[in-house]
């Protein structure tokens, strides 16, 4: 988009001029509204904010959410609340979800969000599958007339609401029907219903505008504008200070001190824990003994310490401390013991040379590989010294995802750092320990696999933890990954935002301080 990317260097000094001042407030309002917010990022760029075109990752599917609603979303308690869907009501037999549209929603077209709209959206997806919305649990979708849709479930599936209803976005049947790829959108093919338009994208500078729609069913939005700004955290330090920019989407810990002092400071669990994969699938990792040793020898709250600056939490279980799916700690049995961490590896035949070094049962040296992405450089270089100081010989090896990934399917590694997100509902740890992405753990113990199915078809909360509970139990003992720490996640503004994390995140779990409710409202 060459057009695009010459208005944003004419338009830029501007919107940072007025990025402090609020919009005349002539009309009497509880909330007084606002000309533009900016808000600075580091990354920049998460792709063409279309459902099929956005970048992976939370950031991108974001961005999208500001202009493609969803049926259901999450407020500021992370309680599910009204979207396109003003009601919903699910059977006894929990297998028939029906929901009641909205009768004032429009696209931004102007055309009435309908039912078709709803049909259509589902029947897209199967045609071109989504890598964020397993449909498999769907058996029918249809609609019942009056602004009224069914959807029929083939099995019990309980995160249906919240992880699909909560997450796809709806799409304008009236455009995506002419749309044989979706990958090849158009900005003038950029409809949606949501609170915010797509006024301009800038990909080389990571530069986006998104203008309210003030035709938007909860009202027009308060944040008249939104400009989202690549900059580095130390610049937008500076910028904030001087009202150059409102928000800093993510803030790293040591910088935190310095910005409370002059602005609102918000912090909260990622959800995003840090774990070391084993290459489980041939020797010598396949021996749940040795993955128990080398977990024995890693100091977690000294790596929380040095890379996090101690902001987060050692990983007790799978799932963040305090979440309503964790009521144990089946990671504590790895307690931090070198001392124990080397006789279990003397055990099993790697025993220390004159010079400290390893030497497995056939006297060579022990040498591995870590495999991490860039964003994980900096907890690998500090896991790889831990291990060294048990002895072993480790390679930090660092490369792109889609590399590492590729790896990861073809078992192609000895040891890498992954992080995927373990909040929304508990249907991920069935996906992230047995599915088959590029960053699974890849690992299918049988009774681990049916208690992992067992839960995703379980509605009651206390028989669904007792589940996870004996699962989480099993993958303590087998260790496919052993979970290290989940960071804290901060974020900052001035006075005139109020950034919140949502609880358990939104859509699929996605804890990130920019839910749309937040400029809305």
Same mark, same amino acid.
């Given at each position: 988009m060459?057009?695009?990317?010459?208005?944003?260097?004419?338009?830029?000094?501007?919107?940072?001029a007025?990025?402090g001042?609020?919009?005349?407030t002539?009309?009497?309002s509880?909330?007084?509204?606002i000309?533009r917010?900016?808000?600075a990022?580091e990354?920049?760029?998460f792709?063409l904010?279309?459902?099929?075109t956005?970048?992976?990752?939370?950031?991108?599917?974001?961005?999208?959410?500001?202009?493609?609603?969803t049926?259901?979303w999450?407020?500021?308690?992370?309680?599910?609340?009204?979207?396109?869907a003003?009601?919903w009501?699910?059977s006894?037999?929990?297998?028939t979800?029906?929901?009641t549209?909205?009768?004032?929603a429009r696209?931004h077209d102007?055309?009435?969000?309908?039912?078709a709209?709803?049909?259509?959206t589902?029947?897209y997806?199967?045609?071109h599958?989504h890598p964020l919305?397993?449909?498999g649990?769907?058996?029918?979708?249809?609609d019942l007339?009056?602004?009224?849709v069914?959807?029929?479930?083939?099995r019990?599936?309980a995160?249906?609401?919240a992880q699909?209803?909560?997450?796809?976005?709806?799409?304008p049947q009236?455009?995506y029907?002419r749309?044989?790829d979706?990958q090849h959108?158009?900005?003038a093919?950029?409809?949606?219903s949501?609170?915010?338009?797509?006024?301009?994208?800038?990909k080389a500078?990571?530069r986006?505008?998104?203008?309210?729609?003030?035709?938007?069913?909860l009202?027009p939005?308060r944040?008249?504008?939104?400009?989202?700004?690549?900059m580095q955290?130390s610049?937008?330090v500076?910028?904030?200070k001087r009202?150059?920019?409102d928000?800093i989407?993510?803030l790293?810990?040591p910088?935190?001190a310095?910005?409370t002092?002059?602005?609102t400071?918000?912090s909260a669990?990622?959800?995003?824990?840090?774990?070391?994969r084993?290459?489980?699938?041939?020797?010598?990792f396949?021996?749940?003994?040795l993955?128990?040793?080398?977990?024995?020898?890693?100091d977690?709250?000294?790596l929380?310490?040095v890379?996090?600056?101690?902001?987060?939490?050692?990983?007790?279980?799978?799932?963040?401390?305090?979440?309503i799916?964790?009521?144990?700690a089946?990671?504590d049995?790895?307690?931090y013991?070198?001392?124990?961490?080397?006789?279990?590896?003397?055990?099993l035949g790697?025993?220390? !040379?004159?010079?400290?070094r &390893?030497r %497995?049962?056939?006297g060579?040296p022990?040498v591995? #590989? $870590?495999a +991490?992405t860039?964003?994980l450089?900096?907890?690998?270089?500090q896991l790889?010294?831990q291990?060294?100081?048990?002895?072993m010989e480790?390679?930090?090896?660092?490369?792109?995802?889609?590399?590492?990934?590729?790896?990861m399917?073809a078992?192609?590694?000895?040891l890498?750092?992954?992080s995927?997100?373990?909040n929304?509902?508990?249907e991920?740890?069935?996906?992230q320990t047995?599915g088959?992405?590029?960053?699974?753990d890849?690992?299918?113990?049988?009774d681990?696999?049916?208690?992992?199915?067992?839960?995703?078809?379980?509605?009651?909360? !206390?028989?669904?933890r007792? &589940?996870? %509970?004996r699962?989480q139990a099993?993958y303590?003992? #087998? $260790?496919? +990954?052993?979970?290290?720490?989940?960071?804290?996640w901060i974020?900052?503004a001035?006075?005139?935002?109020?950034?919140?994390?949502?609880?358990?995140g939104?859509?699929?779990g996605?804890?990130?301080?920019?839910?749309?409710?937040?400029?809305?409202?």
């Amino acid at each position: 988009m060459p057009r695009l990317r010459l208005l944003f260097p004419l338009l830029l000094a501007g919107w940072l001029a007025c990025a402090g001042a609020s919009a005349s407030t002539q009309q009497p309002s509880p909330a007084p509204r606002i000309e533009r917010c900016t808000i600075a990022d580091e990354q920049g760029d998460f792709g063409l904010p279309t459902p099929y075109t956005h970048a992976s990752g939370g950031m991108g599917y974001t961005l999208t959410s500001l202009i493609f609603d969803t049926l259901v979303w999450r407020d500021a308690s992370g309680k599910l609340v009204p979207g396109l869907a003003s009601a919903w009501r699910e059977s006894a037999d929990h297998r028939t979800i029906d929901f009641t549209l909205r009768s004032d929603a429009r696209w931004h077209d102007g055309k009435s969000v309908t039912a078709a709209d709803v049909v259509f959206t589902f029947a897209y997806l199967r045609q071109h599958p989504h890598p964020l919305f397993d449909l498999g649990a769907i058996d029918g979708v249809d609609d019942l007339g009056k602004g009224r849709v069914r959807v029929r479930l083939k099995r019990v599936y309980a995160p249906f609401v919240a992880q699909l209803a909560g997450s796809v976005p709806i799409l304008p049947q009236h455009v995506y029907a002419r749309l044989d790829d979706p990958q090849h959108v158009k900005q003038a093919d950029i409809v949606g219903s949501g609170p915010y338009r797509l006024g301009a994208y800038d990909k080389a500078a990571g530069r986006y505008l998104f203008t309210a729609n003030e035709a938007y069913y909860l009202g027009p939005p308060r944040v008249r504008s939104l400009l989202f700004l690549r900059m580095q955290p130390s610049l937008a330090v500076g910028a904030l200070k001087r009202g150059q920019v409102d928000m800093i989407r993510s803030l790293p810990a040591p910088l935190a001190a310095e910005v409370t002092r002059f602005a609102t400071v918000v912090s909260a669990p990622s959800g995003h824990p840090v774990r070391l994969r084993f290459n489980h699938a041939r020797p010598p990792f396949d021996d749940k003994r040795l993955r128990q040793a080398i977990a024995r020898g890693i100091d977690r709250q000294e790596l929380l310490r040095v890379v996090e600056n101690g902001q987060g939490e050692v990983s007790a279980g799978r799932f963040v401390r305090g979440s309503i799916w964790q009521s144990g700690a089946p990671f504590d049995a790895y307690a931090y013991d070198p001392a124990a961490a080397r006789r279990m590896l003397a055990e099993l035949g790697y025993r220390a !040379a004159p010079d400290g070094r &390893l030497r %497995d049962s056939g006297g060579k040296p022990w040498v591995l #590989e $870590l495999a +991490a992405t860039r964003s994980l450089a900096r907890p690998a270089s500090q896991l790889a010294g831990q291990l060294e100081k048990l002895g072993m010989e480790v390679n930090v090896r660092i490369m792109d995802g889609g590399i590492l990934g590729a790896r990861m399917v073809a078992a192609d590694f000895d040891l890498a750092l992954v992080s995927q997100g373990s909040n929304g509902d508990p249907e991920s740890m069935l996906r992230q320990t047995a599915g088959n992405g590029a960053f699974s753990d890849a690992f299918r113990r049988a009774d681990l696999l049916e208690l992992l199915q067992q839960q995703v078809g379980t509605v009651d909360v !206390a028989k669904r933890r007792a &589940l996870l %509970d004996r699962a989480q139990a099993i993958y303590a003992e #087998e $260790l496919p +990954a052993f979970f290290l720490y989940s960071p804290q996640w901060i974020t900052a503004a001035n006075a005139r935002l109020r950034p919140w994390f949502t609880p358990g995140g939104i859509a699929v779990g996605i804890s990130l301080p920019l839910n749309k409710l937040m400029f809305v409202q």
